[in-house]
């Protein structure tokens, strides 16, 4: 057993000590265990909740000790901000500064898979290590009933990164993040498959053309027929910037060869609408048989997460179209597949 506080808190030195990783505690997302996390979180530990995009790793933005846990935890690069979760789009303006373009977006997409990443203002509460010393912040409001209702409970804006460790999958159930993170989570609070399953879309509006940082679960066509033009693109930037982009991200223990038109021997396959080739007693998960890239997007971790615990090699992962999710996917599998 890792020993904690009476937080429920693990001490920093002995997070990676116990190499057999206890179980973390689980309450369902009822009213007592949206009041035991808001606590928790209050209290400066780590909780794990559903967005509608993915299972966040939650602390007190505003303590930053709280929030060198979720560094900690993650084993993730200090250079990689992380973003602020608030309970309403009228909070935005006490952390940052939004000009026209930021408005109209969190007007029509907050609350939403949607963070912004715009100038912060002086006075936001919000720790600076959270920022990673940036000059900007980034802001979400989620829609999902439980983070909703455990952002008022808590009263504070919390930080969350997927709550996975670093350079893994996402998670997508409460599941994956008790096997990933284990004992190293206060509390994980189940609500359920999330419902979107992947990461928001992030917009940088900082005063020129708003860019768009990394694909995500609001299509990107949605975005510019509000904005009216098109979004500018951040492609290859360097460092700190929108680096959910580490080569390696998103990566399962097996290799991954991408735009498979067969089946291997040792593979296993990650369908995508009819396959028109056999695959004999080969593991095989479909993200979406009738080609659908909404099913297709939700399906997409939780699909890698179970054939990489078939032990297969190699997955093989058929052609996914470059339109709508399509660009979200084929960013998460082209990082899965960049060699490490
Ligand atoms: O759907 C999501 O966005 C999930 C849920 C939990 O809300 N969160 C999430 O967080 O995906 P994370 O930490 O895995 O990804 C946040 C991304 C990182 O790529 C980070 O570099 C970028 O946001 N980011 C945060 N602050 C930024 C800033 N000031 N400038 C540029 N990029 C920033
Ligand atoms: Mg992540």
């Known amino acids: ?25 689980i309450m369902p997302a009822d009213a007592a265990g949206i009041d035991e996390a808001a606590r928790l979180l209050r209290a400066g530990a ?11 790793l939650g602390a007190d933005a505003t303590d930053a000790e709280a929030v060198a846990r979720i560094f900690a935890v993650k084993g993730r690069p200090r250079f990689n901000p992380l973003i602020a979760h608030l309970a309403a789009p009228g909070e935005a303006e006490r952390h940052a500064r939004m000009d026209a373009a930021a408005r109209r977006l969190a007007e029509a997409f907050w609350p939403g898979p949607l963070t912004l990443v715009l100038p912060a203002a002086e006075g936001t509460p919000v720790s600076p290590l959270a920022r990673a010393g940036l000059a900007s912040i980034a ?33 997508t159930r409460a599941a994956h993040v008790a ?18 399953g992947v990461e928001s879309t992030i917009v940088a509006c900082l005063g020129n053309a708003p860019a768009l940082l990394r694909p995500g ?78 099913e297709a997007a939700a399906r997409l971790f939780d699909a890698l997460h179970q054939l990489d615990a078939s032990g297969a090699r190699t997955i093989a992962v058929m052609p996914v179209p470059e339109e709508g999710l399509g660009l979200a996917i084929n960013d998460r599998l082209a990082r899965a597949a960049a060699p490490r």
Do not use: C, Q, W
């Open 179 to 196: 096997g990933d993170l284990g004992a190293d989570v206060a509390l994980v609070l189940d609500a359920g498959p999330t419902g979107i």
């Open 46 to 56: 780590l909780v794990a909740f559903a967005t509608e995009t993915v299972y966040g």
């Open 139 to 171: 802001l979400r409001v989620p829609a999902h009933p439980v983070a909703r209702a455990l952002l008022s409970a808590t009263g504070r804006p919390v930080a969350a990164p997927s709550a996975n460790r670093s350079g893994r999958i996402s998670p």
């Open 217 to 294: 679960g609001l299509p990107r066509e949605a975005i510019e027929t509000v904005l009216g033009r098109p979004l500018a693109t951040r492609e290859g930037k360097a460092a700190p910037l929108a680096p959910g982009m580490l080569a390696s991200h998103y990566a399962p223990s097996a290799a991954v060869r991408l735009g498979a038109a067969d089946l291997r021997p040792g593979e296993a396959l990650l369908g995508f609408g009819p396959v028109p080739f056999a695959t004999g007693d080969a593991p095989v998960v479909n993200l979406s048989e009738s080609g659908d890239l909404v």
């Open 1 to 25: 057993m890792i020993p904690r506080d009476e937080t429920g808190r693990t001490p920093l030195r002995l997070m990676h000590a116990d190499k057999t990783r206890a179980a973390p505690r």
